[in-house]
């Protein structure tokens, strides 16, 4: 199987600190080559003195990287940089401000093209400490943007005090417990906490989220430990507030052993295409009966990407897990669903 070349989806409010981040990944030397799709080249104002050559709309930087921006049709541009000679690193998608990076992630599973040559690697959020809050209560997109998102750049961390910043990041985890949260001044993260994530691979979850593992430990909004309810919607816990986001659950779900495929793909297909649009997004890795290697999926809406990866090592538990991400999830059905699926 050729290396798909991976996909990042930036997003993130307005004002966030996604033009600084891009512009360390367009000047800076860290030796690979990436391709930058962004909206509009006037918001990252391109240094020309990196420039060394510029061909219709790609500009192309004295470090190896490209910059173009999304003219049109997204899919015919990443078809038009995939062709490209000398390969890639990685694919740099930034979305709009205001928009919902979804249909920018589902691109790399719509295009028969697209898919055989890329898969997406993470979708990244970055959002401004100052106003997160603010945004969470009046903008949807806000809150989907993190729900959304694999890996949480909270930028501007130098202008809100610690308590707030706690009170931001309890807020965040009750939206999304299972992405990598980075706290920075100026998006100042290593670029690999950005770049080749692998968001396929659980493992990356278990990084975060080492209980990930004991579902039967989880509560709806992926925290652990002796609660009460403040009667705010907020749970009272090791002495950090949390809250209970209304609307927005994750449902994480294990299975000790193997599942039957011919149960677990039909069922896993239909429950996606009726629950797609409350589905954000879908990840999975599965012990298939009499299979060496792990199913690893993952999706978008009802839009899924699935293959055989790396095989099980001998020291490793056959486990069978995944997680859902998305508004009202009904769990009680997904966990029925799931279990009867097992081998």
């Known amino acids: 199987m050729a290396e798909k070349i991976p996909v990042t989806v930036l997003t993130g409010y307005l004002g966030a600190g996604k033009t600084t981040l891009l ?70 998608v930034e979305t709009t401000g205001l928009a919902d990076p979804a249909p920018v992630a589902q691109t790399v599973f719509v295009d028969a093209d697209v898919r055989d040559a890329a898969q997406l690697d993470a979708v990244v959020t970055v959002a401004d400490a100052k106003w997160l809050t603010e945004r969470l209560k009046d903008a949807p997109e806000a809150k989907n943007q993190i729900a959304f998102a694999d890996v949480i750049i909270l930028n501007k961390t130098d202008l809100v005090c610690a308590d707030d910043i706690s009170e931001i990041e309890a807020r965040i985890r009750a939206i999304n417990p299972y992405a990598k949260l980075h706290k920075t001044v100026n ?27 004991n579902a039967e430990d989880h509560h709806d909004h992926g925290y652990h430990g002796h609660e009460h309810h403040d009667g705010h919607g907020r749970h009272e816990a090791h002495g ?31 429950y ?44 490793e538990k056959r486990l069978s897990r995944l997680v859902f991400i998305g508004r009202n999830l009904k769990k009680d059905e997904i966990t029925r669903g799931f279990l009867s699926c097992a081998a």
């Open 187 to 213: 998006c100042g993260v290593p670029l690999d906490a950005v770049l080749g994530r692998n968001a396929f691979d659980l493992q990356r979850i278990l990084e975060i989220e080492p209980e990930f593992l």
């Open 272 to 315: 996606v295409q009726e629950e797609g649009a409350s589905i954000l997004r879908a990840k999975g890795i599965l012990a298939f009966k009499d299979e060496p290697k792990r199913f690893v999926f993952q999706g978008v809406h009802m839009l899924l990407d699935g293959d055989l990866q790396r095989e099980w090592k001998p020291q």
């Open 240 to 270: 950090l507030k949390h809250y209970h986001d209304e609307d927005m659950q994750s449902v994480a779900l294990s299975i000790e052993g193997d599942v039957d495929p011919d149960k677990f793909m039909p069922w896993l297909q239909n």
């Open 23 to 92: 512009n360390r990944i367009l000047s800076e030397d860290h030796g690979q080559k990436f391709a930058v799709i962004v909206n509009e080249f006037g918001e990252i104002g391109i240094d020309n003195d990196l420039v060394v050559g510029a061909d219709e709309e790609v500009f192309e930087m004295n470090n190896g990287c490209i910059c173009c921006t999304v003219r049109g049709d997204l899919i015919r541009i990443v078809e038009g940089l995939l062709k490209r000679k000398g390969k890639f690193d990685a694919i740099l």
